[in-house]
Every structure is written in structure tokens, then in C-alpha cells.
């Protein structure tokens, strides 16, 4: 060999030995073998010397997923080991007497002498000397062990364990619960001194990691190694190593899924129908949710996917692209590892570098791009944003505001709320707006605030869900979110119109305190403010859409639980029995039955009285706001939305953000129920429902702390005092209250105070002011402008 050819042949892996492994055999003797890094061959080759091609099914009964050992495994576990007798085991650390199931029997368990040892477990037909051994279950760190339960107790009355291996399952069983308990100890604590096991995938996306500069090797990797390049055959076990057994996803069970090593397989099976079938958007939405569920499946899929998008035989064809296409799916919603994403990486810049200005080079270059920006997804793209994925285009989406008004923008599946909010308010004219603004998702009953990091695919993903749920319209509408300063806005401006929608929003949902009077103003108003002056032609909108029911409903309940509205009771008058005067007997039965039927015609009577009073209000309520709409003639739509803000601008709380609150308790004794919580620009007050004086207000500037104690109860200390309020808004309530003091602090142009402390906990969150008269940044607010 020339002198030049000896010397590259030296330079790689001491005398280029990664050449020299044995990577590949022909197509009928593959195999998929798991190995530790300790362990050698009876070939005396090192660890990584393994066959590393395309796996073969196993014809030994292990369901698919296991393939034959290699006679090198065998001989080093199993042969030499058998030549014992159960007296000469070195290393002995549990031995004894165990039930072990046996399937395929009429006896369904069966009494075998158990002998564990550092390597193994294993199970003979006695304990005496010479005794047949008569299976072995190699221990790796990939087994697994369940431990006993108390409901395989009462079904059985005995206590089990399971242990996992890669050819076998053992389910054991013992009438005493200590003994299992050693047992289960006793195995786990030899599989968790076991070194890592690899695959031969591992090992070769670790050599084309440390040659990824030398092409010549890579090519000879890939030529020589079928595991790494695309197949039509089956895969019948994972490319990546999965604990046996493992139950990791039994959360997922009502799903219908298999073990993670079960999964991995049939994910495989699945992109291989992606080939052939018409619509791939069910398959690849299936496999994106298959991801999402099981997360230890997304490296394997990744994995997947490099190799059957490597060494296609057609790459060009329609049916080979969908690999691209699931690929670029998978890379907007889930990152890889850092190990399998450099991988990834590597396979996109030698695709480019070997089909430059094509389809697949397209492709690459979009993943490439979006790995940079992918953040982990909270649901599986919509069939909308999967084919706009698979031909690299980006989504429109409809953002509505206060009023008919709506914008449409395009997003990608990296666009957060954030950034919608500032376009949106780039788009209307709102950037310098000392107001903040925010998207919400919301219906006709109900409303919440999208926070800013979302992402916006993920929300129009869960309004799509919400609608098949609910059948009712859901939209994402762009609002005001924190009213800082309501007296400056410009008449003439959208700004001013959204705050005129959002209010009246407040006085249909009763959230305004309001005598009667001003509630009917109101309604005229903006029935004024929609259509003009008042004619008998114009069709006039529903009074639910103009006037808070609640008002109505309490209304006509007080009406009707007045004494005078209530008819006499004409049992009460002739002094009906009590049931105390009954034996009980066949009579009762009858009595019951009489009593019962009487009451349900009750309610059904004061059902149909409360309709009819209802209409009756409504219609008195309807006619009184229409003689007040015709004498605001003249008033054009300016001015009535000034009117209606002045009468709105009497509460003390306008402006503020109410969320109801079932139960309000302080230190210093006080009890409420059902009240308000009014989050406002320069404080937070209490209000009893209906009343618009304030119980209690704390400006900001005496708020020490405030976060969530528990599930349902947001906490605020001010002063001495600690106040807890239990409610559902506690996410909301925190977002708006954190939005409030940024917005506070970046207006007055201070830095951040080096006085305070945040203490966070996954159960309790708490924000710590410093004592000072100004309130500081704690945490960024939801959309910030």
C-alpha cells in the first residue's frame, strides 16, 4: 500500500478502525443487537463491532418486537451459565421459592426455585444440587420491575412483582408482602448498577458525529450499513433503546397504547403508509399526537425519518416527499435531543449538499430554519396548519376587536400572541397608546385572556376543538387589557370605540353597578349609537344585547317572592297531615309517591309564572328604553358614545377588571361570599355583586405580596393583614395584577429595584414587593407593548 494511503488509513480511530467494524452482513442474517459498552464478543471485537443493519423479525414467540439473540449473547450469558450447577453460581444475592405464571397451561402458576445473581435471573426446577435450570432472564438497564400492588393482592391473594426483559416477563407471586418487596429491591438495585445499553444506531450516529468532517468515512458508514438507510420492510424494534416493559405511559392507557418499544414500531408502520395513501394528513396528525402523549417516542421518530429519508431510491417522487413533509411537521411542533438534533442537522446540510436546488433542498432548508425557532407545542396541529406545512406556506388567521371589525394576518407556527398584538396594533394605529392590549378566546357567554407567550397555531388549534365540543362560535379577538390612563384617550380614535364596546360588554354581563334608571339610559344610548335615530322600520336588537339580564331575572324574582305574590298554601290552611301520622306500610309508598308528584306540578306551575313575569318585565323594560331612544334624536354616534361613557365613568371602579369571588376571608376576622374583586390600574378593591361602593381597596403601593396558596385561592397581603379569595380566575387574576405593575414601572422609568425577592414553587407562587411607595416589575406582564 502507497505510503500516503497507509498513512489516512492510520490517522482515523487508531488505524481507522471504525473501517474495520463489521457494520453490515447480508440481508438474511441481520440482526438488531442491544449491547453494553463493557461487554466483548467471543470475536474479541470491542463493544461497537456490531452488526448494525436492517433488523429481521424474530420467529422465537417474543411478539414482533424481540429479534434472535446472536450465538456470541448466547454463548457468554446463557451456555457457560448452564454448565453450573444451582450450588457453583458465583455471586449469589436472593434466592427462594416463588409463583411464577405460566401461560398456555391449566395450571396458571407454578412453584420454581428463583436465584438471582449480579447478571441474571434465573429459575429452576429445585433447590437440591444438580437441578435443571430452566430459564434465564438477563439483566440490563434496560429491564424493568413492577412492584406488588394491593389490588393483584385482593384479586389473588397474592402479592406479585413483574420484571421486564427483553426476550421474557416474568410475573412472580408470593403470599407475603416483605418477600416481594426483597425481591423487587433486590432486582432493581442490580438493574440500576448496569452501564447504559446502546443500539447500533447510537453507536453510528456517535461515529458520523466524530467523522462528520471527513466525507469519505461518512459515505463508507452509510454504504456499509443498512440500519441507517431507507427500507420497505418492517422495523421490528426500536432505533433507539426503550426500557422493556416500561409503563411510563399508562396514563395514556384510554388512548389505547402499547408499551414505548410497541409504539416505536408501529410509528414505523405507519410512515411507511404514508407512501401510499391518498390523504396523509390523518397519519401524520396521528403520529404528531402519538409524539405528544408519549414524549420518549420523538427522538425515535426523528431517527425514523433521517432514515428513510436517506438513500431514497425515487426522492423525487410524491410518495417518497411525504417523509419530508411529515419531517417538517415534526420540526414546528417537537424538538429533538441534543444528540439525535445534531444528527438531524448533519442529514439536512448533506441532502442540501447533495440534491442542491431541489424539493428535498427546499424541505431542508425550511426544518433547518424552524428547529431554530421551535418551541414545544401544547396541541397537535390543525389539518389546516398540517397542509399549509407540507407545502411551506404560512397560515391566515382572522383576529377580531370590539365592534364587527376584524384584521387577518399571516402567522407561521412559531407566531406568539405577543407578536400579533403588536402587529395588530401597528395595523390600527394604537403603537403609542399608553393602554395595554391583548388577544382573548372568546364566545358569546364567556372570555379569557390569551397569555403572550403562546403560540397562536396552539390557540386556534384548542377554538377549533372547543367548537366540535360545544358546537358554539368561538373567535380570537384583540382587546383592550390594561386601562391606564381612560381620560385621555382621543374621542375620534379606535381606541375610544374599543373602550365604549368593551364597557357595554361589562353592562350586559352586570359587571357596572347601575341603578334602573341608568341601565335603561344606557340601552337607549347605544341603541342610538348603532342605529341612529329612532325609526319603526329599523329592526331593533334583542334586549339581552342592550340590558343585563341578571337585572331582569332579580327583578321579577323579588317580584314573585313577595307576599302578595305568593298564592296561599291550601294544605297549610286545612292542616295537612304529616308523614309522622302514617305508619310506614304499603301507605307510605302511595303518599310518597302522591307528595312528590304534587311538588314536581308545583315547580312546574311557578316555571311557567316566572316565564310570563319574564316576558312581561322585558317587554315593560323593552318599551320604556324605546321612549328613551326617541328622545336622544339628533345625537350622533360621537356623541352618544360620550354620553354613555359619562354615565358609565360614575362607578368609582371604571376601568377596572372584575372576577367573581366565591369567598373572600381576612386576618383580621372579616367573611364575605360572592363578591368581586375589581383589579384596577392603581389598586384592588372588594365589592359585594350588584353595589358600587367599594368593601375594602388596597392601592398597590400597600400590597407587601400577592400570588396563588393552593389550587382555587389567590392570597394578598397589604400591611398586617393577609386576604385570601377563592376563585377559578386565579391565573388570570395573577397575569393581570403582574401586566399592571410592569406597565406602572416602565412608565415611570425606574430600573429594577434590588430589593425584591421572588420565591417560586411548582405549589405555590408568591410575588414579594419591597416597601416602597412604587410598585416594581415581578414579572413580565402578558402582551407587553
Same mark, same amino acid.
Given at each position: 500500500?502507497?505510503?500516503?494511503?497507509?498513512?489516512?488509513?492510520?490517522?482515523?480511530?487508531?488505524?481507522?478502525?471504525?473501517?474495520?467494524?463489521?457494520?453490515?452482513?447480508?440481508?438474511?442474517?441481520?440482526?438488531?443487537?442491544?449491547?453494553?459498552?463493557? =461487554?466483548?464478543?467471543?470475536?474479541?471485537?470491542?463493544?461497537?463491532?456490531?452488526?448494525?443493519?436492517?433488523?429481521?423479525?424474530?420467529?422465537?414467540?417474543?411478539?414482533?418486537?424481540?429479534?434472535?439473540?446472536?450465538?456470541?449473547?448466547?454463548?457468554?450469558?446463557?451456555?457457560?451459565?448452564?454448565?453450573?450447577?444451582?450450588?457453583?453460581?458465583?455471586?449469589?444475592?436472593?434466592?427462594?421459592?416463588?409463583?411464577?405464571?405460566?401461560?398456555?397451561?391449566?395450571?396458571?402458576?407454578?412453584?420454581?426455585? /428463583?436465584?438471582?445473581?449480579?447478571?441474571? %435471573?434465573?429459575?429452576?426446577?429445585?433447590?437440591?444440587?444438580?437441578?435443571?435450570?430452566?430459564?434465564?432472564?438477563?439483566?440490563?438497564?434496560?429491564?424493568?420491575?413492577?412492584?406488588?400492588?394491593?389490588?393483584?393482592?385482593?384479586?389473588?391473594?397474592?402479592?406479585?412483582?413483574?420484571?421486564?426483559?427483553?426476550?421474557?416477563?416474568?410475573?412472580?407471586?408470593?403470599?407475603?408482602?416483605?418477600?416481594?418487596?426483597?425481591?423487587?429491591?433486590?432486582?432493581?438495585?442490580?438493574?440500576?448498577?448496569?452501564?447504559?445499553?446502546?443500539?447500533?444506531?447510537?453507536?453510528?450516529?456517535?461515529?458520523?458525529?466524530?467523522?462528520?468532517?471527513?466525507?469519505?468515512?461518512?459515505?463508507?458508514?452509510?454504504?456499509?450499513?443498512?440500519?441507517?438507510?431507507?427500507?420497505?420492510?418492517?422495523?421490528?424494534?426500536?432505533?433507539?433503546?426503550?426500557?422493556?416493559?416500561?409503563?411510563?405511559?399508562?396514563?395514556?392507557?384510554?388512548?389505547?397504547?402499547?408499551?414505548?418499544?410497541e409504539e416505536a414500531v408501529r410509528i414505523f408502520n405507519c410512515l411507511q403508509q404514508l407512501e401510499s395513501v391518498r390523504e396523509p394528513v390523518p397519519i401524520i396528525q396521528g403520529v404528531l399526537q402519538t409524539c405528544l402523549d408519549l414524549r420518549p417516542l420523538r427522538d425515535e421518530v426523528y431517527c425514523q425519518l433521517v432514515k428513510q429519508t436517506s438513500y431514497t431510491p425515487s426522492p423525487y417522487t410524491a410518495a417518497h416527499l411525504r417523509y419530508w413533509q411529515l419531517l417538517t411537521c415534526m420540526s414546528c411542533t417537537f424538538l429533538p435531543g441534543p444528540t439525535v438534533l445534531k444528527y438531524l442537522r448533519f442529514h439536512l446540510k448533506r441532502i442540501q449538499s447533495q440534491s442542491p436546488e431541489s424539493e428535498m433542498d427546499n424541505y431542508a432548508s425550511f426544518i433547518s430554519e424552524a428547529l431554530d425557532k421551535t418551541k414545544c407545542r401544547e396541541c397537535v396541529p390543525s389539518w389546516e396548519e398540517i397542509q399549509m406545512l407540507m407545502s411551506r406556506q404560512e397560515m391566515l388567521c382572522t383576529v377580531h376587536y370590539p365592534g364587527p371589525g376584524s384584521c387577518q394576518l399571516y402567522i407561521s407556527s412559531h407566531t406568539t400572541a405577543n407578536e400579533v398584538v403588536r402587529r395588530m396594533q401597528e395595523k390600527l394605529g394604537l403603537q403609542d397608546s399608553k393602554n395595554t392590549f391583548a388577544l382573548y378566546e372568546q364566545n358569546a357567554l364567556w372570555e379569557q385572556p390569551v397569555?403572550?407567550?403562546?403560540?397562536?397555531? =396552539?390557540? %386556534?388549534?384548542?377554538?377549533?376543538?372547543?367548537?366540535?365540543?360545544?358546537?358554539?362560535?368561538?373567535?380570537?379577538? /384583540?382587546?383592550?387589557?390594561?386601562?391606564?390612563?381612560? =381620560?385621555?384617550?382621543?374621542?375620534?380614535?379606535?381606541?375610544?370605540?374599543?373602550?365604549?364596546?368593551?364597557?357595554? =360588554?361589562?353592562?350586559?354581563?352586570?359587571?357596572?353597578?347601575?341603578?334602573?334608571?341608568?341601565?335603561?339610559?344606557?340601552?337607549?344610548?347605544?341603541?342610538?349609537?348603532?342605529?341612529?335615530?329612532?325609526?319603526?322600520?329599523?329592526?331593533?336588537?334583542?334586549?339581552?344585547?342592550?340590558?343585563?339580564?341578571?337585572?331582569?331575572?332579580?327583578?321579577?324574582?323579588?317580584?314573585?317572592?313577595?307576599?302578595?305574590?305568593?298564592?296561599?298554601?291550601?294544605?297549610?290552611?286545612?292542616?295537612?297531615?304529616?308523614?309522622?301520622?302514617?305508619?310506614?306500610?304499603?301507605?307510605?309508598?302511595?303518599?310518597?309517591?302522591?307528595?312528590?308528584?304534587?311538588?314536581?306540578?308545583?315547580?312546574?306551575?311557578?316555571?311557567?309564572?316566572?316565564?310570563?313575569?319574564?316576558?312581561?318585565?322585558?317587554?315593560?323594560?323593552?318599551?320604556?328604553?324605546?321612549?328613551?331612544?326617541?328622545?336622544?334624536?339628533?345625537?350622533?354616534?360621537?356623541?352618544?358614545?360620550?354620553?354613555? %361613557?359619562?354615565?358609565?365613568?360614575?362607578?368609582?371602579?371604571?376601568?377596572?377588571?372584575?372576577?367573581?369571588?366565591?369567598?373572600?376571608?381576612?386576618?383580621?376576622?372579616?367573611?364575605?361570599?360572592?363578591?368581586?374583586?375589581?383589579?384596577?390600574?392603581?389598586?384592588?378593591?372588594?365589592?359585594?355583586?350588584?353595589?358600587?361602593?367599594?368593601?375594602?381597596?388596597?392601592?398597590?403601593?400597600?400590597?407587601?405580596?400577592?400570588?396563588?396558596?393552593?389550587?382555587?385561592?389567590?392570597?394578598?397581603?397589604?400591611?398586617?393583614?393577609?386576604?385570601?379569595?377563592?376563585?377559578?380566575?386565579?391565573?388570570?387574576?395573577?397575569?393581570?395584577?403582574?401586566?399592571?405593575?410592569?406597565?406602572?414601572?416602565?412608565?415611570?422609568?425606574?430600573?429594577?429595584?434590588?430589593?425584591?425577592?421572588?420565591?417560586?414553587?411548582?405549589?405555590?407562587?408568591?410575588?414579594? %414587593?419591597?416597601?416602597?411607595?412604587?410598585?416594581?416589575?415581578?414579572?413580565?406582564?402578558?402582551?407587553?407593548?
Amino acid at each position: 500500500m502507497p505510503l500516503q494511503g497507509v498513512c489516512w488509513f492510520f490517522c482515523c480511530r487508531q488505524g481507522f478502525s471504525l473501517l474495520g467494524r463489521d457494520y453490515g452482513e447480508k440481508e438474511e442474517e441481520e440482526s438488531f443487537e442491544l449491547r453494553n459498552k463493557e =461487554d466483548l464478543t467471543p470475536n474479541g471485537r470491542a463493544p461497537g463491532e456490531v452488526i448494525a443493519s436492517q433488523p429481521t423479525c424474530a420467529g422465537n414467540g417474543t411478539n414482533g418486537h424481540a429479534v434472535p439473540q446472536s450465538p456470541g449473547e448466547m454463548k457468554t450469558l446463557i451456555i457457560e451459565k448452564s454448565k453450573m450447577g444451582v450450588e457453583e453460581e458465583p455471586e449469589l444475592l436472593v434466592k427462594g421459592w416463588l409463583l411464577r405464571e405460566v401461560r398456555g397451561s391449566w395450571v396458571k402458576q407454578r412453584r420454581y426455585w /428463583f436465584v438471582l445473581s449480579q447478571d441474571s %435471573l434465573d429459575y429452576y426446577s429445585g433447590a437440591e444440587k444438580g437441578a435443571r435450570r430452566l430459564g434465564t432472564l438477563v439483566l440490563t438497564n434496560l429491564c424493568s420491575v413492577i412492584w406488588p400492588n394491593k389490588q393483584t393482592y385482593k384479586e389473588t391473594g397474592y402479592w406479585s412483582i413483574t420484571v421486564y426483559g427483553r426476550k421474557h416477563c416474568y410475573r412472580l407471586y408470593t403470599r407475603h408482602f416483605n418477600e416481594a418487596v426483597h425481591w423487587a429491591c433486590a432486582i432493581q438495585k442490580i438493574i440500576d448498577t448496569k452501564s447504559p445499553v446502546e443500539t447500533p444506531t447510537q453507536l453510528l450516529i456517535r461515529d458520523i458525529e466524530e467523522n462528520k468532517f471527513n466525507p469519505e468515512v461518512v459515505e463508507h458508514i452509510y454504504e456499509h450499513n443498512t440500519i441507517l438507510k431507507y427500507t420497505q420492510g418492517p422495523l421490528y424494534a426500536p432505533l433507539l433503546p426503550f426500557p422493556y416493559g416500561s409503563i411510563e405511559h399508562t396514563y395514556h392507557s384510554g388512548k389505547g397504547y402499547g408499551s414505548v418499544r410497541e409504539e416505536a414500531v408501529r410509528i414505523f408502520n405507519c410512515l411507511q403508509q404514508l407512501e401510499s395513501v391518498r390523504e396523509p394528513v390523518p397519519i401524520i396528525q396521528g403520529v404528531l399526537q402519538t409524539c405528544l402523549d408519549l414524549r420518549p417516542l420523538r427522538d425515535e421518530v426523528y431517527c425514523q425519518l433521517v432514515k428513510q429519508t436517506s438513500y431514497t431510491p425515487s426522492p423525487y417522487t410524491a410518495a417518497h416527499l411525504r417523509y419530508w413533509q411529515l419531517l417538517t411537521c415534526m420540526s414546528c411542533t417537537f424538538l429533538p435531543g441534543p444528540t439525535v438534533l445534531k444528527y438531524l442537522r448533519f442529514h439536512l446540510k448533506r441532502i442540501q449538499s447533495q440534491s442542491p436546488e431541489s424539493e428535498m433542498d427546499n424541505y431542508a432548508s425550511f426544518i433547518s430554519e424552524a428547529l431554530d425557532k421551535t418551541k414545544c407545542r401544547e396541541c397537535v396541529p390543525s389539518w389546516e396548519e398540517i397542509q399549509m406545512l407540507m407545502s411551506r406556506q404560512e397560515m391566515l388567521c382572522t383576529v377580531h376587536y370590539p365592534g364587527p371589525g376584524s384584521c387577518q394576518l399571516y402567522i407561521s407556527s412559531h407566531t406568539t400572541a405577543n407578536e400579533v398584538v403588536r402587529r395588530m396594533q401597528e395595523k390600527l394605529g394604537l403603537q403609542d397608546s399608553k393602554n395595554t392590549f391583548a388577544l382573548y378566546e372568546q364566545n358569546a357567554l364567556w372570555e379569557q385572556p390569551v397569555a403572550g407567550s403562546a403560540l397562536i397555531a =396552539d390557540v %386556534l388549534t384548542s377554538i377549533t376543538n372547543k367548537e366540535s365540543e360545544s358546537k358554539s362560535q368561538w373567535k380570537l379577538c /384583540f382587546k383592550l387589557y390594561c386601562l391606564l390612563d381612560a =381620560d385621555n384617550i382621543s374621542v375620534d380614535s379606535i381606541e375610544y370605540f374599543f373602550l365604549f364596546e368593551q364597557c357595554h =360588554d361589562m353592562v350586559v354581563r352586570g359587571q357596572l353597578p347601575a341603578c334602573e334608571e341608568d341601565l335603561q339610559a344606557l340601552a337607549a344610548l347605544r341603541l342610538q349609537c348603532l342605529m341612529g335615530d329612532f325609526s319603526t322600520h329599523v329592526p331593533c336588537p334583542p334586549l339581552d344585547e342592550l340590558y343585563p339580564g341578571r337585572m331582569l331575572e332579580t327583578q321579577v324574582l323579588v317580584s314573585l317572592s313577595s307576599p302578595q305574590a305568593m298564592p296561599p298554601c291550601k294544605g297549610a290552611a286545612q292542616g295537612c297531615p304529616t308523614m309522622q301520622r302514617f305508619p310506614t306500610g304499603l301507605l307510605a309508598g302511595t303518599l310518597w309517591s302522591h307528595t312528590a308528584t304534587a311538588a314536581h306540578k308545583q315547580k312546574v306551575e311557578q316555571d311557567i309564572r316566572l316565564r310570563s313575569r319574564l316576558k312581561e318585565e322585558a317587554a315593560a323594560v323593552m318599551a320604556s328604553i324605546l321612549e328613551r331612544w326617541k328622545g336622544l334624536a339628533g345625537y350622533n354616534r360621537r356623541d352618544s358614545m360620550a354620553a354613555y %361613557l359619562a354615565i358609565a365613568r360614575q362607578w368609582s371602579g371604571f376601568g377596572c377588571t372584575l372576577y367573581e369571588v366565591d369567598f373572600y376571608i381576612s386576618s383580621s376576622g372579616s367573611f364575605s361570599q360572592k363578591l368581586w374583586l375589581g383589579v384596577a390600574a392603581t389598586s384592588v378593591s372588594l365589592y359585594k355583586q350588584g353595589e358600587s361602593e367599594a368593601l375594602e381597596s388596597f392601592p398597590y403601593g400597600q400590597i407587601c405580596s400577592y400570588g396563588v396558596s393552593d389550587s382555587n385561592t389567590f392570597k394578598i397581603t397589604a400591611g398586617d393583614r393577609d386576604l385570601l379569595f377563592e376563585t377559578n380566575k386565579l391565573t388570570e387574576i395573577m397575569q393581570l395584577m403582574n401586566a399592571y405593575f410592569n406597565a406602572i414601572h416602565r412608565q415611570r422609568g425606574k430600573g429594577e429595584d434590588p430589593d425584591i425577592t421572588i420565591t417560586e414553587s411548582t405549589e405555590m407562587s408568591f410575588r414579594h %414587593l419591597a416597601p416602597t411607595p412604587t410598585p416594581t416589575l415581578l414579572e413580565l406582564p402578558s402582551h407587553p407593548v
